[in-house]
């Protein structure tokens, strides 16, 4: 069915990537904060409001603990807001401020409003301290804050071993498959049927690890060992930066070699519990692995930083996974409706297990508002045996909503570039 030259599955798009991303960004939020107020829970902390994203709520509920839940209309985050917290950042409150300085009790992010720096605030009484987060001990605090971003590897580790146990993960033989003319690999001397072996002294495995190595190699040189007809070859190779797609048709920029895997050499391998998790944990150390090296290489300039992406390109790939299954062009023979919704849900459940490693990692990062950058307050205070100073936290804060909001900008922007090429 066509509309004005409008295919009914164009239509829809829009709909199923907005769905979509919000199902997986409220998913992943939840959890983050959920990380948050379980550990604030269990150690006496009265959790005041728990909200999955940000706005006027539309939905609020209030539990029999006196936490107030809120649904809000804008789901790019969320945030659990503790007693004696001014804001959702947990920057203490004026009346814990100077209860804190009246009794020399070390408080964490404390910044009065602008204008209250004077203003006398009531006093707390012993009951209300005790379930104050900004009283707790320093282990508690940076407890309860460290809880987020672990939970969200929690979650990617559970994801990866659930995906291990059900469907098997794909290994790949290190076996060349096809070898692409005018390549950096074709022009080395690679042929089809080669045994990969070794690449810079580093045994190779599986055709995947290959992948890792080429995209954070930076275009220096790589000397393979190889195996072909029951001979060792050593074959020098430096990849290019082409243009390139990624798994769902996107224009991307990447280093190269030109060689495909072996597909009769793939081999699905179902795990059990316990083995499925250590291979979950294995992954979430590789995402993790991956997402620093190619930060470094970007920081360098080995890479460029327009690869970046944000919350856009986020949207766009839960949208492209969903309907990754649905994508005919993909089969020789068309399967099942039902096989093509499975194919689509693994394909969405292993992007929020990589989504949830990057929201946990990029929140340990040590920016004033973010967790990590409580942490590194925490760090100081353990250090020199009190917290920074309210005047330097403050400035700190700042200066992470400046940081913050310019990353979120530059991104946007990547996004909104790289939407327009591909529109092109």
């Not at 995906?163 to 076996?175: A, D, H, Q, T, Y």
């Not at 993790?288 to 944000?310: D, F, R």
């Not at 993909?330 to 292993?350: C, G, H, N, R």
């Amino acid at each position: 069915m066509e509309v004005a030259g409008i295919s009914a599955a164009s239509i829809l798009v829009l709909p199923i990537t907005l769905i979509a991303f919000a199902i997986l960004l409220m998913v992943i939020v939840f959890i983050h904060e959920y990380g948050h107020f379980s550990v604030a829970r269990l150690l006496g902390v009265r959790v005041e409001v728990f909200s999955i994203g940000f706005g006027k709520p539309f939905l609020k509920w209030v539990d029999k603990k006196g936490t107030e839940w809120r649904l809000a209309p804008w789901p790019l985050g969320g945030y659990v807001k503790f007693f004696g917290d001014l804001n959702p950042a947990s920057q203490a409150s004026p009346e814990v401020t100077d209860e804190a300085q009246d009794d020399a009790k070390p408080v964490t992010t404390q910044f009065p409003r602008p204008g209250q720096e004077d203003e006398i605030a009531q006093t707390m009484s012993a009951e209300d301290r005790k379930v104050c987060f900004h009283f707790k001990p320093l282990w508690a605090r940076a407890a309860i804050v460290a809880a987020g971003p672990f939970a969200n590897f929690i979650l990617a580790i559970a994801i990866f071993t659930g995906l291990f146990m059900g469907f098997g993960r794909s290994i790949l033989e290190p076996v060349i498959g096809a070898v692409s003319e005018d390549s950096a690999a074709y022009e080395a001397g690679f042929e089809p049927g080669d045994l990969l072996l070794s690449v810079n002294g580093r045994e190779i495995s599986q055709f995947n690890q290959l992948y890792d190595r080429v995209l954070l190699g930076g275009g220096e040189e790589m000397v393979f060992e190889i195996e072909r007809g029951g001979n060792q070859l050593t074959i020098p190779v430096t990849p290019r930066r082409v243009e390139d797609t990624d798994r769902y048709g996107n224009p991307i920029e990447r280093w190269l070699l030109g060689i495909a895997p072996d597909g009769n050499a793939v081999e699905f391998k179902k795990y059990g519990f316990f083995a499925a998790m250590r291979e979950g944990v294995v992954e979430v150390n590789r995402v993790l692995s991956m997402t620093i090296k190619y930060l470094g290489k970007i920081i360098t300039g080995k890479e460029n930083a327009e690869q970046l992406s944000g919350p856009i390109k986020m949207a766009q790939f839960a949208g492209q996974s969903v309907m990754s299954g649905f994508d005919d062009s993909a089969y020789s023979e068309p399967p099942s409706f039902w096989t093509k919704l499975k194919v689509s849900l693994v394909d969405f459940i292993s992007l929020a297990a990589v989504v949830s490693v990057s929201i946990g990692f990029l929140n340990l990062l040590p920016v004033p508002v973010l967790d990590g950058g409580h942490l590194l307050y925490y760090g100081y205070e353990a250090i020199a045996g009190k917290p920074l100073g309210v005047r330097a936290q403050a400035i700190g804060f700042r200066v992470g909503i400046v940081l913050l909001a310019s990353l979120m900008i530059f991104v946007t922007w990547n996004d909104i570039n790289n939407l327009l090429h591909s529109l092109s």
